[in-house]
């Protein structure tokens, strides 16, 4: 294994409350030595990497993804997924157990870690199905699937409607060191809906999906997880009201944390008008007042970690053959022929985020919603938390999972060119200004973007 010399680099590195210039000697997987700008010789054999007006930050860890395999090799691929996440400057992912066959049992865990052990690139950190085959209804062998290697547990995009198994799920859970993962949504009340209830809905003529979904069930999880004395965390939060939830709970005791995603702070319910089923999401977006909230709850360490939510998928699963005609970045859209509405309300729910998200997440840093730490901590520190894996710090012997950094490198966003397989983006055209140039998985590099540089 080789050895890497970061110099010149701004180190920012929260977990130990460093923020400085510093270079940083990498070799046999590890940190091995940190020092002033110029202090460190070079050693023999050592590439040297100048890492001038860049951050160095630990790697990004994603907590929330779907790579579509085992089942869907037509949206994404274990190979692939973890190809996009390097670009993106992530080195590691949760990859959710929606998959086909569900991560339900240790087979399914083994299949993902052998075939991401075979790609050089971000790390997979497999998530356990709660229930068996999503149905909420049998618990899945909770310990034979930590075994395995599961280090959260979830069945995100599925609700646990039964009360007494997720009760009990948490319990179980708790029991063995690790958090449960909620995806919340009260079904009753989003039967049908395809997007945000309100004007928008009302325009397109598609029914709408209530911020009270996603918040009357927080309330109920979050009784039950105070209850249950278990650690809690809750995926994707859209709305202003769900926020206050989360603090009321956390003032009672409740051991939680939460997610945001960049879709969710950076763009509301309008964007749908142009974007179409690219725009459709579950959560769906929300309206500017709740996207405001969001932000707010981001600067004010109500948002704990920043996850993608990353869901790729093929365009007839988004209707584009129905629906394409119907949407324009350049004008917003009207009153949906009948037909045409319900082939927006059953076009796959998700957006593509592994390569984007830095660049969203900086647009906060560059408006002075948080700072550069603040944006590690939520990228990196408490992602590796939640998950119970190692990373989130640089300190020296630590492992040697790093992204490069530029906060300055304008870009635009060009779906046709993700590494994903999947094209289905809300971004494209946006100008984006920051991007991970270098990412290294322990000791390895596994994407290099500097200009001029391919891996």
């Not at 270079?23 to 100048?50: K, N, Q, S, W, Y």
């Not at 083994?110 to 971000?122: D, F, Q, T």
């Not at 707010?296 to 394409?324: C, N, Q, V, Y």
């Amino acid at each position: 294994m080789s050895r890497i010399l970061l110099r010149g680099g701004r180190l920012i590195d929260p977990a130990r409350a460093l923020d400085e210039a510093c270079d940083v000697l990498v070799a046999e997987g590890e940190v091995e030595a940190l020092e002033l700008p110029g202090r460190l010789g070079v050693p023999a054999g050592a590439t040297v990497i100048d890492a001038t007006g860049c951050w160095v930050v630990p790697g990004l860890i994603d907590p929330h993804v779907h790579l579509r395999d085992p089942g869907f090799p037509e949206k994404e691929t274990i190979a692939t997924g973890l190809r996009a996440a390097a670009a993106g400057g992530f080195t590691a992912v949760a990859a959710m157990a929606n998959t086909s066959p569900v991560n339900d049992s240790p087979e399914v865990t083994r299949y993902m870690i052998e075939h991401a052990a075979a790609v050089h690139a971000a790390r997979l950190v497999p998530v356990s199905a709660v229930t068996r085959g999503l149905g909420g209804r049998e618990m899945v062998d909770f310990a034979a699937m930590v075994a395995a290697g599961a280090h959260l547990f979830s069945d995100d995009g599925i609700p646990i409607d039964d009360q007494a198994v997720l009760a009990g799920a948490m319990e179980q859970i708790a029991r063995l060191g690790f958090a449960i993962s909620l995806h919340e949504e009260d079904r009753a009340l989003t039967a049908n809906g395809a997007v945000n209830a309100g004007e928008v809905s009302k325009r397109l003529g598609v029914a709408g999906v209530p911020a009270a979904a996603e918040i009357e069930r927080i309330r109920r999880d979050l009784a039950l997880a105070i209850g249950a004395e278990a650690p809690v965390h809750i995926a994707h939060v859209s709305t202003a009201l769900s926020l206050d939830l989360i603090r009321a709970a956390r003032k009672r005791g409740a051991q939680l944390s939460c997610e945001a995603t960049p879709h969710h702070f950076a763009l509301d319910d309008r964007a749908v008008l142009r974007w179409g089923p690219n725009a459709k999401m579950a959560p769906p977006l929300r309206s500017i007042h709740d996207v405001e909230a969001v932000v707010a709850a981001i600067a004010d360490g109500t948002i704990d970690m920043i996850a993608t939510d990353h869901a790729p998928h093929d365009p007839h699963s988004k209707r584009m053959e129905r629906l394409a005609g119907f949407f324009s970045s350049g004008s917003d859209c009207g009153r949906l022929p009948e037909n045409e509405a319900e082939a927006l309300t059953q076009a796959a729910n998700g957006v593509v985020g592994l390569e984007t998200a830095l660049g969203l997440v900086l647009e906060l840093v560059h408006r002075g919603v948080i700072g550069p730490a603040r944006m590690v901590e939520m990228m990196s520190v408490r992602s590796a938390q939640l998950l119970r894996i190692d990373g989130g710090t640089l300190g020296e012997g630590a492992r040697a999972d790093i992204t490069l950094i530029d906060p300055n490198m304008e870009w635009t966003v060009e779906p046709a060119k993700f590494i994903s397989k999947s094209r289905n983006s809300p971004f494209a055209g946006r100008r984006l200004k920051g991007r991970a140039m270098l990412t290294i998985v322990a000791g390895d590099v596994v994407y290099d973007g500097r200009p001029g540089v391919r891996t």
